[in-house]
């Protein structure tokens, strides 16, 4: 039996690649089909914003508490002498009323509860200042409240808001809206008393030419937590070899008051990281000094970005008036470094 080829076949095969180049729809190889569209992003919310969103959120809360503490049932009191019995089917229906208004009641309750919830969970979390709430309430407490509150809206809709909310679980509520409340007055009131602070910072004035190094002392000064125990400056110029050194670099030489100036300012700034989490607070023996001296350089350099020269075993031992030089002078240099980091801060 012979067969037939398939070369030979009668319909030939079809493939793209002869597809006509003039082809009306063909497009040339070097032309891009993809549309790349811009996605408009909504800028995040401001602190003060998402404040206001809370504080809406936290009265509608109040006033529907308040409603259902005033109004419990939508059914009126029985008559006074008037007595229906169990099995009376007005009873039933009476009875099926209130369970449906409790449902709708309750759900009311749900939404607007759950919506004062999440405006406060979004203002805690983008908070710019979280040290400030933790001086108020720490994290856990606040945790613990948010999560107190979710259980009792969730028991009520496990039950399927069953003869109507309790007086227990309303007063749950009521005492986080106020606690929520209170915490906004403690901060408003923190505020206020920064911004009295902030005034009497005479170094944000741009009026200290050539008085730099009274401006960066001034700055010390209004940062120091231990200000009124600072010891009033005196340049190394002016002092002579035997009287070195001055009050002033003897109290700093120990390192310990700058540590704790540097995480003061740590916490001031809008960017709180880099805190040194351990110093020396005892000096008998000098290599502490040291340590101290060493910790505060290091985290100059990590949090403040400005690199500090000084002799620390020359400082310490005390007998090198260049050491003492130096180290003024990265004193003042680091000032300068930090103080214009906090007025950035500030301005904007």
């Given at each position: 039996m012979i067969v037939e080829s398939p070369t030979q076949e009668e319909f030939e095969y079809y493939s793209g690649?002869?597809?006509?180049?003039?082809?009306?729809?063909?497009?040339?190889?070097?032309?891009?089909?993809?549309?790349?569209?811009?996605?408009?992003?909504?800028?995040?919310?401001?602190?003060?914003?998402?404040?206001?969103?809370?504080?809406?959120?936290?009265?509608?809360?109040?006033?529907?508490?308040e409603d259902a503490k005033v109004n419990p049932s939508s059914q009126p009191p029985s008559p006074s002498g008037s007595h229906i019995s169990d099995g009376d089917p007005l009873s039933s229906a009476s009875s099926d009323d209130n369970r449906g208004w409790y449902e709708l009641q309750g759900m009311h309750i749900l939404d607007i509860m759950t919506l004062a919830i999440r405006a406060a969970k979004m203002y805690y979390t983008a908070h710019d200042q979280p040290a400030r709430l933790a001086a108020i309430k720490s994290e856990r407490r606040i945790r613990a409240e948010l999560l107190t509150v979710m259980d009792v809206l969730k028991k009520m809709a496990t039950r399927t808001f069953m003869g109507g909310m309790k007086t227990d679980e309303r007063e749950t509520m009521e005492n986080w809206v106020a606690s929520v409340y209170e915490m906004l007055k403690q901060e408003e009131a923190m505020e206020e008393a920064e911004r009295k602070r902030r005034a009497s910072w005479t170094w944000l004035d741009d009026s200290w030419q050539g008085k730099n190094v009274e401006r960066e002392y001034a700055f010390i000064k209004s940062m120091d937590p231990e200000a009124d125990t600072l010891p009033e400056f005196r340049s190394v110029d002016e002092v002579a070899d035997e009287r070195l050194p001055t009050p002033f670099l003897n109290d700093l030489k120990t390192g310990l008051r700058l540590v704790k100036l540097h995480n003061a300012l740590v916490r001031e700034s809008k960017r709180p990281f880099g805190a040194i989490d351990k110093w020396h607070t005892e000096f008998g023996k000098p290599y502490r000094m040291a340590e101290n001296l060493r910790y505060w350089i290091k985290a100059a350099e990590l949090r403040w970005e400005v690199i500090l020269h000084v002799d620390v075993m020359g400082v310490v031992n005390g007998t090198d008036r260049a050491a003492w030089k130096g180290f003024e002078e990265a004193i003042w240099k680091w000032c300068a470094r930090v103080r214009e980091e906090i007025t950035g801060e500030l301005k904007v």
């Open positions: 690649e002869e597809e006509d180049e003039d082809h009306p729809h063909m497009l040339p190889p070097t032309v891009s089909t993809y549309n790349h569209r811009e996605k408009p992003i909504p800028r995040p919310p401001s602190l003060e914003e998402l404040k206001d969103e809370l504080q809406k959120a936290l009265t509608a809360a109040v006033k529907v508490l």
